[in-house]
């Protein structure tokens, strides 16, 4: 195997401004693979036929309503079950995701970005789950240049995306959102630096690969 290939899937959890998509992107670049984002909505609302912008709308935001055992019950039955049909949009749009997760992972190796994916792999030998975090101060001065915001907003728009998918991903998985027990890795990136980071995470997946031949 050449220095920069890989057979593995990478999934990327990120706290909203460490700049996970970005060194996501970088990984991917430097292995010649594909980084999947926003793209996974795109891949999932074209195979199970519900509309992108419903995706978008339920995009790694929680829900209050869902049984988790009910809905992986209805999952096994597939989605031409009557169970499925009635289920709440929310859960569908859930269970679309998982399922376009696993299939753009059967097709070769990936980075995926956020959405549950290193839940939905669990059982692939070939998923190494990494989250990436950073220093409060770093991410709300990042996100202040990067959209225009002051301070006080930058850390609203912080406070509510990390609890939105954190919550999202607490009730979807028997995991903890961010704690290094649920993850493969945990790098930090205000730390390593977004280019440290990403060539901490490639590092890592040579190690990995290497230790599965």
């Given amino acids: 195997m050449s220095n920069n290939t ?47 912008e419903l995706f978008e709308h339920h995009d790694e935001k929680p829900t209050n309503s869902f049984l988790y055992s009910l809905v992986m019950d209805t999952y096994s039955f597939g989605y031409s079950s009557a169970g499925f049909t009635d289920m709440p949009m ?8 998982f399922e376009a997760i696993k299939k753009l992972a059967s097709e070769g190796p990936c980075v995926m970005v956020g959405r549950c994916a290193d839940y939905a792999l669990a059982d692939n030998p070939d998923c190494f789950s990494v989250f990436v975090h950073a220093n409060l101060d770093w991410r709300i001065n990042r996100i202040a240049q990067k959209y225009n915001k002051n301070a006080k907003e930058a850390k609203d728009m912080i406070n509510k995306t990390d609890k939105s998918r954190s919550s999202y991903y607490n009730y979807y998985t028997n995991k903890k ?17 977004i280019d440290g980071t990403a060539k901490a995470i490639i590092e890592a997946i040579h190690i990995y690969d290497s230790l599965k031949k």
């Fill in 6 to 52: 890989t057979s593995s899937i990478i999934t990327i959890g990120r706290k909203y401004g460490s700049a996970g998509r970005q060194i996501g992107q970088e990984v991917a670049k430097y292995f010649g693979i594909k980084c999947y984002d926003k793209e996974l909505l795109e891949h999932a609302a074209n195979d199970s036929g519900i509309c992108k």
């Fill in 90 to 97: 929310n859960h569908k749009i859930f269970l679309a995701q």
């Fill in 177 to 193: 959102w961010g704690s290094a027990d649920s993850y493969n890795l945990c790098l930090d990136s205000s730390k390593l630096g």
